[in-house]
């Protein structure tokens, strides 16, 4: 296994754990921002997001009755929803190796070309 | 510091929206330049652990939680362009599945949390690598203090936010206040957690560290003076 790869896997293993067990742990206290709403008088101000009824709201999966197990999944789930969303854009966004590296057959023409 | 929908008044919305997809467009070509088949995968991983991240609320005194906002060490880690571009995944994937931070108010929540952290955090960490020690313990300096700082220059911009547009008329220094002492308090920790992230990670592989580039020849020199 490549050194890259292992520190890949690696961090994976901690951002699972710390979504997946970890945040069980969390503080439930509001917010900085919820906070100063609350003590400046503008929280009631604050609407239902339309995602409210998303089965996966408030970091819980409906229908799991166990707070541990649904906090839980439901952190697992976004770590890798947005690990794969992210390396998806950023494979996208990524340079193109020069064609030496990648594409023998740009080599050899671009050689035998010159 | 996700900002749900009805803070803001509809037309400061679709206004940070705008900038917020101008920031985005601009951020997309700066990554270009950032990415390549070793930070690609590296930028994904980031995301991935900035969402981890945030959902472990830290209590700051009485009855207020924060969690980290991730911009500035993503910046540090994958550069500034990608750095805003993960924590816009984040935030993207947090207010559709999660209901975390508005719909409307996603394009605050980038504004806030992605542009203003991640390229506003990177150009307070540039200024202060320029002027400290040019080693593991000026690059930490430089992580701790522009994270530190990133999280109540968010807290600031929120607060220009709802001067323009806030859908409660509320007095403006006394929010200005609140919301300073307590990002302040959060900026602690988030400056923490930076630089026990970038700390660990330049101890394992400092050449995944963007905002090291200019000490990785200097820190391989000295590991192979070490070595032999």
């Not at chain 2, 550069?79 to 108010?105: K, S």
Request: include cysteine; charge should be neutral.
């Amino acid at each position: 296994m490549s050194r890259n790869r292992m520190f890949l896997l690696i961090g994976l293993a901690v951002a699972l754990v710390i979504a997946g067990v970890i945040s069980f742990y969390a503080s439930s206290s509001p917010d900085g921002l919820e906070y100063t709403a609350g003590e400046k008088g503008f929280l009631d101000s604050a609407r239902d997001s339309a995602a409210a009824g998303s089965p996966l709201a408030d970091y819980g999966v409906a229908g799991v009755g166990n707070e541990r197990l649904s906090v839980g999944l439901a952190g697992i789930i976004g770590v890798l929803v947005v690990l794969l969303l992210a390396t998806l854009l950023t494979t996208v966004l990524k340079r193109r190796r020069t064609h030496e590296h990648t594409d023998q057959n740009a080599t050899s023409e671009t050689t035998s070309g010159s | 510091m996700h900002v749900p929908d009805g803070f803001l008044t509809a037309p400061v919305s679709v206004a940070t929206g705008v900038v917020a997809a101008g920031g985005v467009a601009l951020a997309i070509r700066g990554a270009r330049k950032e990415l390549d088949e070793k930070t690609a995968p590296m930028a994904g991983l980031v995301a991935a652990f900035i969402f981890a991240t945030q959902m472990i609320n830290f209590p700051v005194g009485a009855g207020t939680s924060g969690h980290l906002m991730g911009g500035v060490l993503a910046a540090v880690l994958v550069g500034p362009y990608t750095g805003a571009l993960c924590v816009t995944v984040v935030l993207i994937v947090q207010a559709l599945l999660f209901a975390d931070g508005g719909l409307t108010a996603l394009g605050t929540n980038i504004v806030l949390m992605a542009l203003v952290t991640a390229l506003g955090g990177w150009l307070i960490f540039r200024g202060l690598v320029k002027s400290l020690p040019k080693n593991r313990g000026g690059l930490l300096t430089a992580s701790g203090i522009a994270a530190l700082l990133s999280v109540p220059m968010a807290a600031l911009a929120f607060v220009g936010l709802y001067v323009v547009g806030g859908a409660v008329g509320i007095d403006l220094g006394a929010l200005t206040v609140t919301m300073l002492g307590v990002h302040v308090l959060i900026g602690l920790g988030e400056a923490a957690i930076t630089v026990a992230v970038v700390g660990a990670v330049l101890s394992a592989r400092p050449d995944l560290v963007c905002g090291a580039r200019h000490l990785t020849t200097e820190l391989t020199v000295r590991t192979s003076k070490a070595a032999s």
